[in-house]
């Protein structure tokens, strides 16, 4: 765990930010503190994918640099945190288990899961979605333009087949993507201002994503 997760035990609400964070950029951090402010979270933290079973890895910095992003993107927030949870675990890694592990690890903590709202029509194909839905409350965030009456039908159908507990939270489009980042960099372009400055400059000095 990182240095700053001992702060976890405090929070009786804890939003749970998973992500490649390939690299991390300042859409992530808007969503988790739009998503603390929304459901009222004590913190979020920020969990850095393992081996995903739904990611193409061979542009994917390994586990640690991009857990050494993470810390330094979340740095200057006491209410953030991060965890080397899931790139510490050999093979492919479940949210199931991670969830399990979690409610182990902060018994009697609420667990607030935060998710892209389009994630809801995907969910039930990810392993176990069922024990997912029973372990964790999800917050979706909708981006501006989206179909928020079809969201809310998705919502309600995952609700009446698993009992599922989501809060659909709208949000601002954020023209920022770890794709784009890293294309920028390929192209020697600046990608001062996408992430925060500690971030830039460690993916700069460590010359990634260059080709």
Not at 43 to 63: A, C, D, H, Q, R
Not at 96 to 124: M, N, R, V, W
Not at 152 to 159: M, S, Y
Request: charged share 25%; hydrophobic share 35%.
């Amino acid at each position: 765990m990182s240095s700053n997760i001992d702060i976890c035990r405090n929070w009786s609400k804890m939003g749970i930010m998973g992500g490649t964070f390939n690299p991390i950029h300042y859409g992530h951090l808007l969503l988790a503190q739009w998503a603390m402010e929304e459901a009222s979270l004590d913190g979020v933290l920020f969990m850095p994918t393992g081996n995903s079973y739904m990611k193409e890895s061979s542009e994917i910095l390994s586990g640690p640099e991009r857990l050494a992003m993470t810390k330094l993107a979340t740095a200057d927030r006491d209410c953030f945190a991060c965890s080397d949870l899931e790139i510490k675990r050999s093979g492919n890694t479940y949210t199931y288990e991670t969830l399990e592990i979690l409610h182990k690890l902060y018994p009697g903590t609420q667990l607030y899961f935060i998710i892209g709202a389009d994630c809801l029509f995907s969910i039930e194909e990810w392993r176990c979605a069922e024990q997912i839905f029973q372990s964790c409350t999800f917050l979706a965030a909708a981006r501006n333009g989206m179909g928020m009456d079809a969201l809310e039908q998705k919502r309600q159908e995952l609700l009446c087949r698993y009992g599922a507990d989501i809060h659909l939270m709208e949000f601002p489009h954020i023209e920022i993507s770890s794709t784009d980042i890293r294309r920028r960099c390929k192209q020697g372009r600046s990608i001062r201002y996408l992430v925060p400055d500690g971030v830039r400059e460690y993916i700069e000095s460590k010359n990634y994503y260059r080709g």
